[in-house]
């Protein structure tokens, strides 16, 4: 990216041409799919306002938010079918050797945690205490997002309400579905809850074994290395 002319040369590839459609109405330019899509892409990275945006790109200022959401959604569905999972052997080659000592399994497909993002204050009451976060004393939206253990970004679900603890959001957002039986998720302690439900249909939660003060190497827990959630162990005995 190296400014507006970026933009123009990538128009002028693609054989874009501002001045077509017979049918518009005098004075207007009807937005291409082109126009769109370097739109959304301008807004995406560098945080401009999208109205604001909207007239560099010959779009509206009454439908630029529409657009940008309109284009999210599409890029959404889009790469979710290009990028397929990796498979557990992929993962597995992957993943740095430390990972496996310190969690004690061969089979961590992921490490889960939470974002949570400021937004405005909802005019409405309900929206206002439903996106209310005590954690961060702010009105905000949360995510789930996954990585691999070697570092790749996996996943990330839709934004929920602030409110949301991260049990819930595992159960709500679907990523219990992207896992295979067997495969082990690592989370820390504010995921406890949701042990049970990983236990259910055949994954663990795992956390880091503690260390110990004075010590460099992390504490082996007998039989497990890494410690296993108190539920699991429960129903594995």
Known sequence: WNGL??????????GEDRERQQHSRPGRHPATWADIF??????AKTGADATVAAFMFGIEESSASKRFVSMTNFQDDFWQE????????????????EYQRVYQTDKLVMIIDG???????????????????????????????????GGAALWCS???????????????????????????????????????????????????????VGKSRPERHPGTGAKLHRGQADDTN
């Open 5 to 14: 002319e970026s933009v123009r040369a990538a128009k002028r590839v693609l």
């Open 38 to 43: 370097f739109f959304w892409w301008f807004v």
């Open 82 to 97: 290009q990028l397929r999972r990796p498979t557990l052997a992929q993962l597995q080659e992957a993943t740095p050797q």
């Open 115 to 149: 974002k949570e993002i400021f937004i405005e204050k909802p005019a409405e009451p309900q929206a206002q205490r439903a996106t209310w976060s005590e954690y961060k004393h702010n009105n905000t939206v949360k995510v789930l997002v996954a990585i691999s253990p």
């Open 158 to 212: 839709d934004a929920y309400p602030g409110r949301i603890d991260d049990t819930s959001i595992v159960k709500e957002s679907g990523i219990l579905k992207w896992l295979e039986k067997e495969e082990c998720v690592a989370a820390d302690r504010g995921f406890e809850g949701a042990a049970r439900a990983l236990l259910l249909q055949g994954n663990q939660l795992v956390h880091p074994a503690k260390r110990r």
